[in-house]
């Protein structure tokens, strides 16, 4: 498998996992094993679900604050667990690197591929929501139509960054000559 294929695999199981109860104080269970590198992007892209639902749709009823600051802590919270999964991340990358690749070029290269992961990750989520939007029954066909169009331009830069995620892998894992 490609390693765009492994991130797109990992990331919408995830995702799925994630919406699986929608709530992010749901414990995660990440069915990969631990040191690997799609255990780490699980986490990643796990953190990233739940901040942005944090982010865009909790709602803050309560008249004395007490909700605001809940979120603001679960946001912290989930903030420094995709910190740590990306350190976490870089190193199982590093490491490949070093195998493969000892230069030090193949360490800034590993910086490009986390963050191309970042960027496949919110994609997908983006598109996960898209998805749900086009059969949501009480959405307006102008609402579907806007929605269709949006999930087309995802799918072509969807493809667009699995070419990038396999070819910074490929550099990498690429032998020094």
Same mark, same amino acid.
């Given at each position: 498998?490609?390693?765009?294929?492994?991130?797109?695999?990992?990331?919408?199981?995830?995702?799925?996992?994630?919406?699986?109860?929608?709530?992010?104080?749901?414990?995660?269970?990440?069915?990969?094993?631990?040191?690997?590198?799609?255990?780490?992007?699980?986490?990643?892209?796990?953190?990233?679900?739940?901040?942005?639902?944090?982010?865009?749709?909790?709602?803050?009823?309560?008249?004395?604050?007490?909700g605001e600051t809940q979120i603001r802590q679960?946001?912290?919270?989930?903030?420094?667990?995709?910190?740590?999964?990306?350190?976490?991340?870089?190193?199982?990358?590093?490491?490949?690197?070093?195998?493969?690749?000892?230069?030090?070029?193949?360490?800034?290269?590993?910086?490009?591929?986390?963050?191309?992961?970042?960027?496949?990750?919110? /994609?997908?989520?983006? &598109?996960?929501?898209?998805?749900?939007?086009? $059969?949501?029954?009480?959405?307006? @066909?102008? !609402? %579907?139509?806007?929605?269709?169009?949006? /999930?087309?331009?995802? &799918?072509?830069?969807?493809?667009?960054?699995? $070419?990038?995620?396999?070819?910074? @892998?490929? !550099? %990498?894992?690429?032998?020094?000559?």
């Amino acid at each position: 498998m490609t390693f765009s294929g492994i991130c797109n695999k990992v990331c919408n199981m995830a995702i799925a996992n994630y919406h699986l109860l929608n709530h992010t104080d749901r414990p995660k269970e990440n069915p990969f094993g631990k040191n690997t590198i799609e255990h780490f992007i699980y986490l990643k892209c796990w953190a990233h679900t739940a901040i942005w639902h944090l982010e865009n749709h909790s709602p803050c009823t309560d008249a004395d604050g007490k909700g605001e600051t809940q979120i603001r802590q679960r946001l912290e919270t989930s903030r420094k667990e995709q910190d740590e999964a990306t350190k976490k991340a870089r190193q199982a990358i590093v490491l490949l690197c070093k195998t493969k690749n000892p230069q030090a070029e193949a360490c800034l290269a590993a910086d490009r591929l986390i963050d191309t992961i970042n960027r496949f990750a919110d /994609l997908l989520l983006q &598109i996960y929501h898209a998805s749900e939007q086009i $059969i949501n029954p009480n959405a307006s @066909m102008e !609402q %579907i139509g806007k929605c269709q169009q949006m /999930l087309d331009e995802m &799918i072509i830069q969807k493809t667009s960054l699995s $070419i990038l995620l396999d070819q910074q @892998m490929g !550099q %990498i894992c690429r032998e020094p000559k």
